[in-house]
């Protein structure tokens, strides 16, 4: 095509599909998917319970409807008591690990990234360690040491690298990511310091890095739901700006943004998510990676796209991640962190085969 | 009315001057050439201009008084083309363009109408408009840059800052990509300043040249008044001949020389 050929009128020019922007129907196929999986986990545990009469009693506590269910009551408190509670706390575990996944890979311009990768790990593992080991006992406080202290040390370890990284000087992306491993390894090593000398925490510390999801009712749930709500709503908002940050610090500032201020905005909100998520659920690994990419591969790259689909597809994930856990070796449990590289390992190399390049 | 005006510039990039003293006027509806040898400063100037490097001195563009404008606002009276734009996997072109309506798009907010139907007209404009929904690591590298072109474009900006705009393509490519900035320039009134290798080029697609050497401003005017041989000698260690070209303009040509070469390596004062 050369110049002279162009066309002398801007007629005739279809408009094309448009910009990336969300569709309802991968949304509306994520949320299926959800809803398939958060059922199934329901329905599924040492108690059988009826699809039919679990529909029931769950639409029975909308405003306004009444059903009976009947569901006796000891097969209602499995309901509400146990099954529901962690299917709803797998399922924001799972959108918060990899909604952070997938802002991280955005902000650092890097498909390896993972929430885990300022430092988040370590510091949440220092912080559990450290509870585990010299915490008082809390059997009788409200609220557990342990998430607590995983929660602040998770923040704290990506706050020292944010802090690490600024002061060389050069704000950019690879001198943050470089801080985070200097952080990351620091605490590691504190953190299997206190492992040795503490031995016989070391069950218990093994136990909770490699994630598990345990609950007593709704405290879990309602630990996380504050910062799930607050990261979510910051993250979708910047996810139209995590596009520009694709191509780079210095284009993005020549088309008026500072990319500095949405990386620390965005940084910061993934970094509650995953420290609430790391609080209730240990070190869940993978999840962050093979979400994020797996929509990619369908959905395409735009974080417009990626950022919620990630979110509702994460969330389905873990779900199913979680009941598999629970299931294939009852009664005793796999953690889940465990089930999640297992199966999402070989599942993630499927749909890098199969699925074609997005468009 | 002058587009950019550049008074006693100087630019340290890690404590080491990179631009000193630079005094320019680009006068509105300009196409200003910058040329000089690798490391002269052309890409810094550009810059600077843009308001990616900090710079002492004053800028003044259109009629903001200087450091007047927000990052923002820069945006939108100046478009950069860089030398090697990222190519962001897997984005298709209209996406790509649509990230030069970033500094009309409110912060949290999202695209208007207005600003679809904005990058529609450019990517017609540029012969985009089949490529539309293509990613553009899929595209040649002549079809990639009329992109970038396009997102510069929809910046609606009214100064087109160009660094190397030919850099990659094979000689029809840089002619299409520099008569295709010359007719937008004329169709959309813009101002141009380009840093270009090229100096035949540059003598054809300019109608001022500056050369840059050492920071410095060594030379401007004319094509035929910057391109001489003995100018090119001195500041490009380079020997060449400056042909005139039968259908006008001047052609710069390398040539193998056999003679021990004559100029001093000194740099201007």
């Given at each position: 095509m050369t110049v002279t050929e162009r066309r002398p009128g801007r007629a005739e020019v279809a408009p094309g599909?448009?910009?990336?922007?969300?569709?309802a129907a991968p949304l509306a196929l994520a949320v299926a998917l959800l809803a398939g999986a958060a059922l199934v986990a329901v329905l599924v545990g040492p108690v059988r319970l009826a699809p039919g009469a679990v529909l029931a009693e769950l639409a029975g506590r909308l405003p306004g409807v009444h059903t009976r269910s009947g569901l006796s009551r000891?097969?209602?408190?499995?309901?509400?008591?146990?099954?529901?509670?962690?299917?709803?706390?797998?399922?924001?575990?799972?959108?918060?690990?990899?909604?952070?996944?997938?802002?991280?890979?955005?902000?650092?311009?890097?498909?390896?990234?993972?929430?885990?990768?300022?430092?988040?790990?370590?510091?949440?593992?220092?912080?559990?360690?450290?509870?585990?080991?010299?915490?008082?006992?809390?059997?009788?406080?409200?609220?557990?040491?342990?998430?607590?202290?995983?929660?602040a040390g998770a923040v704290a370890g990506v706050a020292a690298a944010y802090a690490l990284g600024r002061s060389g000087g050069a704000r950019t992306a690879t001198t943050l990511i470089l801080s985070g491993v200097a952080v990351a390894a620091f605490l590691t090593a504190v953190q299997t310091y206190v492992q040795q000398r503490q031995s016989e925490t070391l069950r218990e510390v093994y136990g909770w890095i490699l994630g598990r999801l345990t609950t007593a009712g709704w405290r879990e749930v309602a630990l996380v739901v504050p910062y799930a709500?607050?990261?979510?709503?910051?993250?979708?908002l910047h996810r139209r700006l995590l596009?520009?940050?694709?191509?780079?610090?210095?284009?993005?500032?020549?088309?008026?943004l500072r990319a500095s201020q949405v990386r620390l905005v965005v940084v910061g909100a993934a970094t509650l998510a995953t420290?609430?998520?790391?609080?209730?659920?240990?070190?869940?690994?993978?999840?962050?990676?093979?979400?994020?990419?797996?929509?990619?591969?369908?959905?395409?790259?735009?974080?417009?796209?990626?950022?919620?689909?990630?979110?509702?597809?994460?969330?389905?994930?873990?779900?199913?991640?979680?009941?598999?856990?629970?299931?294939?070796?009852?009664?005793?449990?796999?953690?889940?962190?465990?089930?999640?590289?297992?199966?999402?390992?070989?599942?993630?190399?499927?749909?890098?085969?199969?699925?074609?390049?997005?468009? | 009315m002058t587009a950019v005006e550049l008074a006693g510039v100087s630019v340290d990039l890690d404590g080491r001057p990179v631009l000193r003293d630079i005094d320019l006027t680009v006068p509105g509806g300009a196409r200003l050439g910058l040329i000089g040898p690798n490391g002269s400063g052309k890409t810094t100037l550009l810059r600077a201009v843009a308001g990616l490097v900090p710079a002492r001195g004053q800028i003044r563009v259109g009629d903001a008084p200087p450091g007047s404008l927000s990052r923002r606002a820069l945006a939108r009276r100046i478009a950069l083309v860089p030398q090697s734009p990222a190519v962001p996997?897997?984005?298709?072109?209209?996406?790509?363009?649509?990230?030069?309506?970033?500094?009309?798009?409110?912060?949290?907010?999202?695209?208007?109408?207005?600003?679809?139907?904005?990058?529609?007209?450019?990517?017609?404009?540029?012969?985009?408009?089949?490529?539309a929904d293509r990613a553009l690591d899929s595209l040649s590298g002549g079809e990639r840059q009329r992109a970038v072109l396009a997102r510069a474009l929809a910046q609606q900006a009214p100064v087109l800052l160009l660094d190397e705009p030919t850099t990659g393509l094979d000689v029809g490519h840089q002619q299409q990509v520099l008569e295709l900035v010359d007719i937008l320039r004329?169709?959309?009134?813009?101002?141009?300043?380009?840093?270009?290798?090229?100096?035949?080029?540059?003598?054809?697609?300019?109608?001022?040249?500056?050369?840059?050497?050492?920071?410095?401003?060594?030379?401007?005017?004319?094509?035929?008044?910057?391109?001489?041989?003995?100018?090119?000698?001195?500041?490009?260690?380079a020997s060449v001949r400056v042909l005139e070209d039968p259908g006008g303009g001047i052609v710069v040509v390398p040539v193998r020389s056999t003679l021990e070469r004559q100029v001093t390596h000194e740099q201007p004062a």
């Open positions: 599909p448009g910009p990336a922007r969300l569709r000891q097969e209602a408190a499995i309901l509400w008591e146990l099954r529901l509670p962690r299917v709803v706390l797998g399922g924001l575990v799972g959108a918060m690990l990899a909604m952070a996944g997938a802002a991280y890979q955005g902000v650092f311009r890097n498909p390896l990234a993972d929430p885990y990768l300022l430092g988040a790990a370590a510091g949440a593992g220092l912080g559990a360690t450290l509870a585990i080991a010299y915490g008082p006992d809390t059997g009788s406080w409200p609220v557990d040491l342990l998430p607590m202290a995983a929660f709500l607050v990261s979510t709503v910051a993250i979708l596009d520009v940050l694709a191509v780079g610090d210095d284009e993005a500032s020549s088309l008026g420290a609430a998520a790391v609080a209730v659920s240990g070190l869940i690994g993978f999840v962050g990676i093979i979400v994020p990419h797996t929509v990619r591969l369908v959905a395409g790259t735009s974080y417009r796209r990626l950022v919620p689909l990630s979110l509702v597809g994460g969330a389905a994930f873990l779900i199913l991640a979680d009941l598999v856990a629970r299931t294939v070796a009852a009664p005793a449990e796999l953690p889940i962190g465990v089930v999640t590289a297992f199966f999402g390992a070989p599942f993630f190399a499927l749909v890098l085969r199969t699925a074609r390049r997005a468009p | 996997a897997g984005m298709t072109v209209t996406d790509y363009v649509l990230l030069g309506r970033t500094p009309y798009i409110p912060y949290l907010g999202t695209e208007t109408r207005r600003d679809l139907a904005i990058v529609a007209e450019v990517l017609d404009h540029l012969d985009l408009g089949g490529l004329r169709d959309l009134e813009l101002t141009v300043v380009s840093a270009m290798h090229d100096l035949t080029l540059a003598g054809q697609f300019a109608d001022q040249l500056v050369l840059l050497d050492g920071g410095r401003v060594a030379a401007a005017g004319p094509a035929r008044a910057v391109l001489t041989e003995a100018v090119i000698a001195r500041h490009y260690h």
